[in-house]
Every structure is written in C-alpha cells, then in structure tokens.
C-alpha cells in the first residue's frame, strides 16, 4: 500500500511540488484518472505557509497539503453514485472523472479541503497521486515527490517508509479518517525572548531560564550572544512558568505563560 511521507523539516517553501503538479494536469486529459485542471483556484498540490511568533521573534515553515488518501474516506462514503470515489488496491483514492455527476458531496464531505469543484466541467477533483504516470510503470513516485529537491516529498511502499511513519504524524486525527500522508517534524509551540541590563544598557549572556509546566516537568536553556532564549516543542494550550537566573542579579520569575499561540515575551529586564 503506497503513502506518502512528508518532513515539513527539510521543506524550503520553493513551490516546486505545487508547480509541476499544474504542469501535469492543467490542459491534459487523463481520463478516466483526471480531467484537465484548470488554470486558476484549484491547488490539487497546494504549499501552506504558517508565519508563527511576533518581531523579532518570528518563524516559519510550510505544510504540503494534498488529498490524504484516507483509508476511511469520508468523501467516499459521502458520494452520492456508487464507484465514482474509489479506493485502489494500492491505497489512492480517486474520482472517476467519467461517471462524477457533480452532486459535489465529497467536496463537502473532505475535513482537509481537498477536493474542489470544477464549475466547467461538472465535477468533483483533487490529487490523484498521479496514478495514471504510476500505471504507465516508467514512473515510481508522483511528480511532486519527484520534483521536491530536498526529498521533503516521499512516495513509496507502507512497509518501506515504517520508521519513519512511526515517528510521524496524520492531520486532524480527530476525524477517523486514516490518511496514508504522515507528516514529520511539524513544529510545535515555542516561548521566546530576550534578556537585558537596563542598568548597563546590555544584554544578558549566559542567563539560564527554567521553564516549568502545569504537570511538573521542566526544561531549561540559556541565553545566547544576543540574549535571546527559546524553548520549542512546547505543547499546544499548556500553561508555563519561567524562572530566569543569572549571576548578580535578582532572580525574576514570569507566571502565566499560555502556548494558545506562540509566546514571544520581549525583552525581559533583570535587577541586580
């Protein structure tokens, strides 16, 4: 059974799975795999930007988002004619692009917006993981994967990919739905920010920060040439205490720090 594995880690953000993904559907017909895609609003590939944190305290990464190929489908189950969404023996999910009537259920029915309707042509599309290059045997991975430069994209067999999976994660698992993309080293919440001496107009090198949560744990770091400090990883919706020490001054402590978003504190003085 095929999946998809994809590190979020080593993804540049240069679009190039996003690209050729139009360069094999716009204006070709691979039926009964997939009509052409049109030009504009359809991203059966589409390269997601998250901007987290505040100045100077900002990150960024980016999630490649394609249809999940779910093992429990909800857009099968939700699709109005029999045979017309399709899971293949190798784990892909399809639409057959000759028997789709448009009732546009699947469309509705999709919890990662996947699949999009295509006005003129009557009828529902998304990401076939270019199964009609994978039956033509020449090609062992779709263009995306193909194409990804980094090999953020992977493509292959279950068994192959199985420690990497076991080290992944499915978006919105709530939803049942058992996707065959798994995602490696999405980011989580950070807390960051910077020390300083609004004595001496300077910063704290060196200043050593324990940042403790709800349940007990702790974890520690310490502030770089620049006075900065970060703790990443951090769970979603968890409430933190920091306590910042440094040699010749008063301890400080910082409570109710909440990773609802990212927390960049600023710049954080210190009293001798």
Known sequence: ??????????CTGCYACQFVCKDEHVGNDWSPIAKPQPDTGQFWMHLKEYIRGTVPKVEMHYIPLLCQHCDDA??????DVEGVMYKREDGLVEIDADKCIGC??????CP???????DD??????CTGCAHLLDGGEWKVPRCADACHTEAIMFGEEEDFADLIAKAEILMPEEGCKPRVYYLNIPKKFVAGTIYDPAAKEIV????LTLKGADGATCTATTDGFGDFWFRGLADDASFTLTIAAPGFATKTIDG????K???LGDIALAK
């Not at 042509?121 to 998304?126: F, G, I, V």
């Not at 090198?205 to 050593?208: F, M, R």
């Not at 720090?257 to 609802?260: F, R």
Request: hydrophobic share 50%.
């Open 121 to 126: 042509l009557n009828l529902a599309q998304k």
């Open 1 to 10: 059974m095929k999946v998809f594995v994809i590190d979020v880690d080593k």
């Open 257 to 260: 720090i909440v990773t609802a």
């Open 262 to 264: 990212d927390v960049n």
């Open 112 to 118: 990662y917006d996947a699949i999009y309707f295509n």
């Open 104 to 109: 546009r259920m699947c469309v509705d029915a």
């Open 74 to 79: 909800p857009c099968i189950k939700a699709c």
């Open 205 to 208: 090198e060196g200043a050593t």
